[in-house]
Each structure stands twice: as structure tokens, then as C-alpha cells.
């Protein structure tokens, strides 16, 4: 919990991820010259002891091959050239007695160095000791090294340079960390601003969206990343959603609109029957008119609602077998009788047998809706052929009639709710039985398709897969 509010500090994701992003460079950074420091210091205190013990061995090989006098006087050159506040040597019996030493005065609290010596005694070849003297500014660093019998000499310098050399590396690394922490911050503080600049696009006009301007898009800036595709994503399905609104405002004026003309009609013959004095006879025609626009309201409401429910379907459906043979068969007899009164003729063209698994009664609507259609469609004198097909693991059931046919212009919008051809406007019909076949197929995992002619004729197809017992159905779209 606390560490989760520590990684997610409050603000704002660019602020959060600009922290992130200045935290981690510091972080890094201060890593990368810590390890520097430390070789850095490691290497220059080593260079520091390598030439104390290597000025040791020197003045050992001078011993041997001078003498002593050759020693002090190098010893008193030596401390005279470097400065005697920088560097003393001195010459030391192995017990601590001091034999000679240059001038001492800047390193007066320098001791024997006992336990150096102590070590030298028992066979070190060189003692180093870190120095903290109250009279140096700096730390020391000195040698013991015996370079004869019974003769120790002990170097001591003062580590001054190595310090200001580190002092340097300090004063010029922190500052220009601190410039390029800034520097990092603002980085990314830019790079966070513009990766999140898509997000906040995107937000802007769901914003706008939510305040009505519902034909609002977020830009496309072909940038080729997430955030495109989120735009596209967002745009994709603002579109989807003003296609169902336009729909669902199309089908409510619709509604309206053809509920309207029988309810208007209904109001009449009921304000005559109120209004006029008629006999009885006349009343009864009344209500009859009044019970046939009644029916035909309730068709249009029963429709509506079937195809809602088929359009609704969704999860297991249990499936009977349906003989669509005999289906189709009663199917025509039933309409034989008007097809007489129309003068159509109508055929089917079956195979022997066609048993499918499916809804026999939802099987049953498509082909009464379709037929229906074509005998409404067809002129006296005309033929409606149904035909059943079984192949490839697909049921093709069609209806084909020579009637009036369908213009270019209709086609496209027959299976939509409410739509009627102008030039089929002088039969009865509610334009939504082609709306009931579509959403049916799609129930059924098929679908259905008109091919016409104006003036020739139509054919519509339905195709629908020959089911297993049981089957998992989505909704139409
Ligand atoms: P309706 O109740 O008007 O028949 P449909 O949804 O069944 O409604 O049909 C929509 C429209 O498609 C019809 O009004 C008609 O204009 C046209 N249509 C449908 N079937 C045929 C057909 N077989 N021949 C010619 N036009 C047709």
C-alpha cells in the first residue's frame, strides 16, 4: 500500500511518468559516478603507495651502493625540492630511535610509529599508514621500509593533490549532474506530453461528445502507434453508435408515422359512429372497419416484436427436425387459395426428402412471408415457384415470381423495418415481413438475399446452414 503511493505519486500521468523518468536518470546517474569516484580514488591512492615504496627501494639501492651520507644528503635534497610542509623522511633505528630527518617541524606530532616498526620486525618489507595530523590540512600517507640492518626509512607525504584532484572531479561532476537532471526532466517531460497528447485528443472529444456534438471525430495523425489505433478504435465505434442511433430514430418516426394513419382511422369510423345516427347495419360495418384496422395494427406490433426476439437470440437453442418438404408443401396449400383468386400459379420444386434440425415454426414464418409477398406482387396470369435445395452442407430455399419486380434504386433498402417500394404502395402491407425472413436467417446462422428484375420479376434466396442437433447462435447485426 505505501509502496504502491510511492511508485504512483498523485498528478498527472506526464507528471507522474516526467518523475519516473528524472528519478531513474539521477538514480543512474549518481550510480555511474559514485563507481567512478571509487576507481577513480582506488587508483590514485595505489599510484600514491607505489611510488612511496618505490622511492623506499631507491634510497635501499642508494645505501648499498653510497652510503649513508649519500642517503641524507638525498634525503635533505629531496624534501627541499618537493617542500618540507609536503613531505618528511627520516631514518629510524628498528627499535623507534630516530637516526635523521629532514625538517620535521611541519609534522610535529608524528610519532615513532611502534607498531609499524613492530611489523617490520617481524618481516614485512613495507608499513603504509594513513595519517590524520592535527597540523596538516590534508591527510598523509607514509612508509616504513627497512633499506639496511637495523636502519628504517619512513616517507611520509600529504595526500593534498590527490584530494584537490577529487575535489575537482567533484565540483565540476555535481553541477553538471544537476544541469543534466533538468535537462532529463524536461526531456522527458516533453516526450511524455507528447506521447500522452493522443490520450488527451481523445479525451477532449469524448468530452465534446458528452455535450451533444455527437458528429465530432478525434484527429488522425497516421503516427502509426497505440494511441492511432485508439483513435481509430474510438472513431470506429463512435460510428457504429450513429449508425444504431440514426437507426433506432429512423425506426421510432416509422413507428410513429404508421401507427398513426390506423389510429387516425380508427378515430373516425369511431367519432362517425358516434356523431351520425346510422341503423344498425351501418354501426356494424363500422366496427368491423374498426376490427380490421385493429388486426392490422396488432400484425404490425406482433411483427415488431418477432423480430426483435429473433434478432435477440442468443445461447443455446434446442432444435427439433423439421421435414422442410412436407413444411413447404402445406406452405403452398395453404396459400393455394389465393393464389387461385390472384390467378398465380404456384409450384414447388422439391427433392424427395429434406430433413434439417431448426425451428419449424420460425422455418414456417420465412416461407409464409416470402410467399405471401409473391402471390401480393405477382399479376393474374403469373407463376410463384418454391424451390429446396440441399447441398454442401447448406439448406437454399427460394421463392421466384414473375410479378412486378424491384428497381436498382429499392433493392438495396428492402429488408430494412418500414420500407415499401412506391410502385407497391396500392397493396396492403406493413414493410416489415422481408424485415421478420432477415432477422429469422440470421437466427438460424444464415441469411437471406433478393436478386429482381423490374417489370420480370424477383428471387429470394434464403441460405441457411444444415444445423447439428444443438447450436450456438449469435444475434443478427
Ligand atoms: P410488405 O408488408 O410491404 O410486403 P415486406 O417487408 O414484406 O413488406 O416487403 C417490403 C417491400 O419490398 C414491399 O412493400 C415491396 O415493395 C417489396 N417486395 C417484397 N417482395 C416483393 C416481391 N416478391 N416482388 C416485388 N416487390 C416485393
Known sequence: MYLSKILRPPGTLASRLTLWYAGIFTISALVAFGAFYLVISTVISKNTDQDLMADVQEYSSMLAAEG??????????????????????????????????????????????????????????YVLETLDLPEQEFKARTVYGSIGPNLVLQIGESLEEDAEFLELHRTVFIPLMAVMVIIAAIVGWLMARRALSGVEEVTKTAIEISKGALDKRVPFKARGDEIERLATTFNYMLDRINVLIKGMR???????????????????VAEMALTTSATEEEHKAMAGSMLEECDRLLGMINAMLDIAEAESVAGEVKLEEVDLVSLIQRA????????????????ARLPESCVVYGEARKFQRMVANLLDNALKF???????????????????????DTGIGISEDDLPHIFKRFYRCDNSRAQQGTGLGLSLVKAIAGSLGGSVNATSHLGKGSTFTVTLPELPLSHQFQPSS
Not at 447441398?391 to 421463392?399: A, K, L, T
Request: glycine fraction near 6%; aromatic fraction near 4%; hydrophobic fraction near 40%.
Open 68 to 125: 649513508i651520507d649519500k642517503v641524507k644528503a638525498e634525503m635533505a635534497w629531496e624534501a627541499l625540492s618537493d617542500g618540507q610542509e609536503h613531505i618528511f623522511l627520516r631514518l629510524l633505528s628498528m627499535d623507534g630511535k630516530e637516526l635523521a630527518a629532514t625538517d620535521m617541524s611541519a609534522w610535529k606530532s608524528i610519532g615513532t610509529g611502534s607498531r609499524a616498526l613492530e611489523k617490520l620486525r617481524r618481516g614485512a618489507d
Open 378 to 400: 405477382t399479376p393474374p396470369e403469373g407463376t410463384v415457384t418454391v424451390s429446396l435445395k440441399a447441398d454442401n452442407g447448406q439448406v437454399v430455399i427460394s421463392v421466384i
Open 250 to 268: 429512423e425506426m421510432s418516426d416509422n413507428i410513429a408515422h404508421d401507427l398513426r394513419s390506423p389510429l387516425a382511422r380508427i378515430r373516425g
Open 332 to 347: 403452398c396449400e395453404l396459400f393455394q387459395a389465393i393464389a387461385e383468386e390472384n390467378e398465380v400459379k404456384v409450384t
